[in-house]
């Protein structure tokens, strides 16, 4: 790729979650600073967002917050911001973040980031586009959806096979050996 990897990572703004989850996305966020990538996402100074911006700030990453007005309006933006594009709804938001990012990463994250992570997947489906969303599977996060899905696949309700648009990731090591492979196979294309 020729121009630095724009990654769109979907967590949670709630406070006073498991630290376990703040070490991760730490972790995470450091990450993609090191590897002087873009992150970005939802633009709250709250949560496991203002964790992951922090830490991929303070290891070299530019940040771009796609920030509805309803955030800006309770003054919860996140001053880390390199780059604010300002949205008027979460429609609008996932649209934004689709167009400005080559893959997706979710961490722990309540109705928000299930909106997200099923609209990647939703416009995948269709075929609007061909991007991974990796699900970052902390303390065992995602398992229920994970068996919801595999319980729709079941039923015959799943028409389309989602191996190569959802990724599980158990670890940092998980994500980081994903991408390098699916870097390589995008440069041979």
């Given at each position: 790729?020729?121009?630095?990897?724009?990654?769109?990572?979907?967590?949670?703004?709630?406070?006073?979650?498991?630290?376990?989850?703040?070490?991760?996305?730490t972790s995470l966020g450091h990450w993609i600073g090191k590897q002087g990538w873009r992150l970005v996402y939802g633009g709250a100074s709250l949560g496991l967002m203002e964790?992951?911006?922090?830490?991929?700030?303070?290891?070299?990453?530019?940040?771009?917050?796609?920030?509805?007005?309803?955030?800006?309006?309770?003054?919860?933006?996140?001053?880390?911001?390199?780059?604010?594009?300002?949205?008027?709804?979460?429609?609008?938001?996932?649209?934004?973040?689709?167009?400005?990012?080559?893959?997706?990463?979710?961490?722990?994250?309540?109705?928000?980031?299930?909106?997200?992570?099923?609209?990647?997947?939703?416009?995948?489906?269709?075929?609007?586009?061909?991007?991974?969303?990796?699900?970052?599977?902390?303390?065992?996060?995602?398992?229920?959806?994970?068996?919801?899905?595999?319980?729709?696949?079941?039923?015959?309700?799943?028409?389309?096979?989602?191996?190569?648009?959802?990724?599980?990731?158990?670890?940092?090591?998980?994500?980081?050996?994903?991408?390098?492979?699916?870097?390589?196979?995008?440069?041979?294309?």
């Amino acid at each position: 790729m020729k121009s630095p990897l724009s990654i769109a990572v979907f967590c949670s703004a709630a406070e006073d979650l498991a630290p376990k989850y703040y070490e991760q996305t730490t972790s995470l966020g450091h990450w993609i600073g090191k590897q002087g990538w873009r992150l970005v996402y939802g633009g709250a100074s709250l949560g496991l967002m203002e964790c992951i911006a922090h830490a991929a700030k303070e290891t070299g990453a530019t940040i771009t917050g796609v920030v509805p007005d309803k955030l800006i309006e309770r003054n919860i933006v996140s001053t880390l911001l390199d780059e604010n594009i300002p949205v008027h709804s979460l429609g609008e938001r996932k649209e934004v973040m689709l167009r400005e990012s080559d893959l997706f990463i979710a961490l722990p994250g309540g109705l928000g980031t299930l909106d997200e992570v099923f609209h990647v997947l939703g416009e995948s489906s269709i075929g609007y586009h061909s991007k991974p969303m990796i699900l970052y599977n902390i303390n065992g996060c995602w398992d229920s959806l994970l068996n919801m899905i595999d319980d729709l696949r079941h039923q015959g309700l799943l028409r389309h096979d989602l191996s190569k648009r959802l990724i599980l990731a158990n670890s940092l090591a998980d994500i980081h050996n994903f991408i390098d492979s699916w870097m390589f196979n995008k440069d041979k294309q």
